[in-house]
DNA sequence: CTGAAAGCGCTAACAT
DNA sequence: ATGTTAGCGCTTTCAG
């Protein structure tokens, strides 16, 4: 098996191995009667090119690397699968190692990938930052997702984060919300930012004061919207209804209320951002802005295959999300 | 960068391509100081050896493919994470493909990563049957993760999923419980009818008497959870208990319960079987068996890798289930 | 312990 | 449209 090599198929069908070069790459034009000759030879000897021989000579691995910040992220599932299936579709193999929730650990795994002369790179990583992006451009075409860096937009799939959280937030004042919290992730991180910023968008706009004691900012985990609550009642204020900058933190706010009786949403409306597979089924099932990840990871696969095997232009793509309506939100 | 090559390393270090082939490998024996000489040229040259030429010319590519039967599942991501950190130590790559649901879709999937001439493989698929691993055997050493197969045994990283079931349900009739419902898989499922194995064991070890109504089978999804209590309940058994055969359904039963306003555990203890990550965070957190998956692929691959790049013999071996104590259970 | 030489299996000019 | 000829960059006998 796999043991035959061009030139035995070449021998078989009465040709050179070049043609039949051509005729498994299809790309310079053969006469369909060789065509035909050159694999029925290779059906007879169950012919398979060999990817380091072609990979050698081209210069051309067919694979993608992806790095990913935590393969065990209730987040990269889907992208995972978006990346995975529109890649292979493409006949592209892809290649995955994981960053390990640092800076030097998500450009240890840049570096090992390149090492193995991936084709162009996927990132999916929280760490990397703009001067590295800007240096390892020149070495390897890669897309990334959610790092949202001007000089990098063409590069970059992004979710407008100012506009779902302004959506988010928005929505609960339609249900009557005024004193709404807010608890997002750390001050460097841009999309966290992005989310306070629609937040405040929409209270201003619907001209209800914007009040630094109703926003804290702890980490986009569960014990992160824990801590965020606890750190609202510490600062005394009183509020209504809570916006959670990512469904975690959202489900830690959940927890929280659980743990103090409170009752979701007949006391507490709260309403997160993301809409992971968990949502659905925590109680009450999470109200929250769904973040289009496997479209988006399909679209960087894409954008990669493109300009890598077409020659096509660097461009980057917005996407937006859509609200979920669930049941931890309720008028008043 | 990365274009010099083992030649350029050889002129500047002044010995010949060998020799730095045989540094690069660490593999037989060099001066200690030829050694260094080569290293500095390495250093200085900024060489890194072309993975593709290294594979043609040793047919060994360094690279372990991996199936995983759905990319987007809530199950996986700590496998590959397991899969992949091991891998790397060793500066193996690791390749993935999706199966996409079907038996056929897992044969893709492996002959997508044969051809990359992959040395080994992992399998984390749902449908591939014995026939199929014992041709494929003969093909690549490959490890696989809870397919029980007796004639497979020395490629299977296994649950002992009887012993689970048993201890899960034990730890239900510990706690007074004697009507124990239980839902499971569809029958085709060898893990599925192991986890009835169990629950039939218990119940008899304690003389409670296995009614063919308390046990349903469905699938294994948060619907299955909800299907199989409606069963249960055209059964028209009662019980104050169930043993759910994973995690899923028996956050199925809470959303049933939920709904139906039963109050969990006051009014029906539910066990689960997994311990994935939502079970902690579902209301009320969920008491269930903990299945020791990062173990269990952190293990593939090592056997994987000591087969395949140290010549270790094939072998399987055993996990077990931990009890986790959460709050949907309730003794009576 | 090190060097020389012969490919690994394929693609890519360049001819024809 | 197809054949010829060189390598791609490395590992691997085989000598020494």
């Not at 039949?20 to 310079?28: G, H, I, L, M």
């Not at 204020?237 to 933190?249: C, I, K, L, Y």
């Not at 968990?278 to 990840?293: D, E, K």
Request: include cysteine; charged fraction near 25%.
């Amino acid at each position: 098996m796999n043991k035959s090599s061009i030139l035995e198929v070449a021998k078989l069908a009465g040709v050179s191995p070049s043609t039949v070069s051509r005729v498994t790459n299809n790309r310079s034009i053969v006469k369909e009667a060789t065509r035909i000759k050159v694999e029925e030879a290779m059906q007879k000897l169950g012919y398979t090119p060999n990817s380091a021989a072609q990979s050698l000579s081209s210069k051309r691995t067919n694979t993608i690397g992806m790095v990913v910040a935590m393969l065990d992220g209730p987040f990269y599932g889907p992208m995972i699968s978006g990346v995975e299936s529109t890649l292979r579709k493409q006949g592209k193999h892809l290649l995955i190692a994981s960053g390990s929730g640092s800076a030097e650990g998500e450009e240890e795994a840049v570096e090992f990938l390149l090492n193995r002369q991936v084709d162009g790179l996927i990132l999916l990583t929280e760490w990397l930052d703009r001067r590295y992006l800007k240096e390892l451009e020149k070495r390897v075409p890669f897309y990334m997702i959610n790092q949202h860096h001007d000089s990098l937009d063409h590069r970059v799939m992004w979710l407008d984060d100012v506009e779902g959280a302004y959506n988010a937030t928005k929505y609960l004042i339609n249900k009557g919300h005024t004193k709404i919290a807010c608890i997002s992730g750390q001050e460097f991180k841009t999309d966290a930012n992005d989310r306070v910023l629609g937040y405040k968008k929409a209270l201003k706009e619907a001209n209800i004061p914007v009040l630094d004691d109703m926003i804290v900012r702890t980490s986009f985990e569960v014990s992160g919207g824990l801590q965020g609550m606890e750190q609202l009642k510490a600062n005394g204020v009183e509020f209504t209804a809570v916006f959670a900058g990512n469904d975690e933190s959202a489900i830690g706010v959940l927890t929280w209320a659980n743990q103090h009786n409170v009752s979701v949403p007949a006391q507490l409306s709260v309403i997160g951002y993301d809409d992971i597979l968990l949502s659905q089924h925590v109680t009450p099932p999470l109200t929250t802005m769904h973040a289009p990840n496997f479209e988006m990871a399909k679209s960087c696969a894409e954008k990669a295959f493109n300009e890598i095997y077409h020659k096509a232009d660097p461009s980057g793509a917005k996407f937006v999300t859509t609200l979920i309506e669930r049941s931890s939100v309720k008028a008043i």
